[in-house]
């Protein structure tokens, strides 16, 4: 596992031990910022489900001006700061549940990706949380990663675009107001 491209560009990162944590390909990874190129500069991320941390490592060497991970599991947390100090950042990495996590976070996030454990049937809990508890900027994005299929659908925010990876499915969303 390595960053793609920015300041980081090419930096291993520590994988995980166990098959709990399921990091992100680096083609979809690829892909993911790729689409967003010009708008991670920056912007300030929230990275669920952080796992290996590599996602927001990922922002944060394309510019990001700040990422928020947050991870509810040891491995993942532990894992998240580990790679973060490998590169030599220094972010807020927080141990606890997404739910939680987005109950108590108050500020407003550009970029927010979303990957948890596939069959977890999490993704219409965040996004109703992000909605309620406002946490995404007016002209922020979400950026959900999931199993082909399992489709999923929120009232929440608007569905701008969908790719597809394989066996892997990547959507990305605004708020409905700003389409």
Same mark, same amino acid.
């Given at each position: 596992?390595?960053?793609?491209? @920015?300041?980081?560009? !090419? ?6 031990? %166990? ?5 992100? @390909? #680096?083609?979809?990874?690829?892909? $993911?910022? %790729?689409?967003l ?13 952080? @796992?290996?941390?590599?996602? *927001? $490592?990922?922002?944060?060497?394309? !510019?990001a ?9 040891? &491995? *993942?947390?532990n ?32 970029? $927010? ?10 993704? &219409? ?15 922020? $994005?979400?950026?959900?990663?999931? #199993? ?5 659908? %929120? ?9 597809d ?5 990547? #959507?990305?969303?605004?708020?409905k107001?700003?389409?």
């Amino acid at each position: 596992m390595r960053v793609i491209a @920015g300041k980081y560009r !090419g930096k291993k990162l520590e994988s995980p031990k %166990t098959t709990s944590i399921r990091p992100t @390909g #680096d083609k979809v990874k690829q892909a $993911i910022f %790729t689409k967003l190129q010009f708008f991670v500069a920056d912007k300030k991320v929230l990275d669920l489900f952080s @796992g290996s941390g590599a996602l *927001g $490592i990922e922002a944060l060497s394309r !510019g990001a001006s700040d990422v928020v991970f947050v991870d509810s599991g040891k &491995e *993942g947390y532990n894992l998240t700061k580990s790679n973060l100090k490998s590169v030599g950042e220094n972010c807020r990495v927080i141990f606890s549940s997404f739910d939680v996590a987005l109950e108590k976070l108050t500020e407003k996030f550009d970029l $927010i990706l979303i990957d948890p454990p596939y069959k977890s049937g999490y993704y &219409e809990k965040c996004l109703e949380l992000i909605y309620k508890n406002h946490l995404l900027s007016s002209q922020g $994005i979400i950026v959900c990663e999931r #199993d082909r299929t399992l489709p999923f659908s %929120t009232q929440y925010f608007e569905l701008f675009d969908t790719k597809d990876y394989g066996t892997v499915s990547v #959507d990305y969303f605004k708020s409905k107001e700003n389409i």
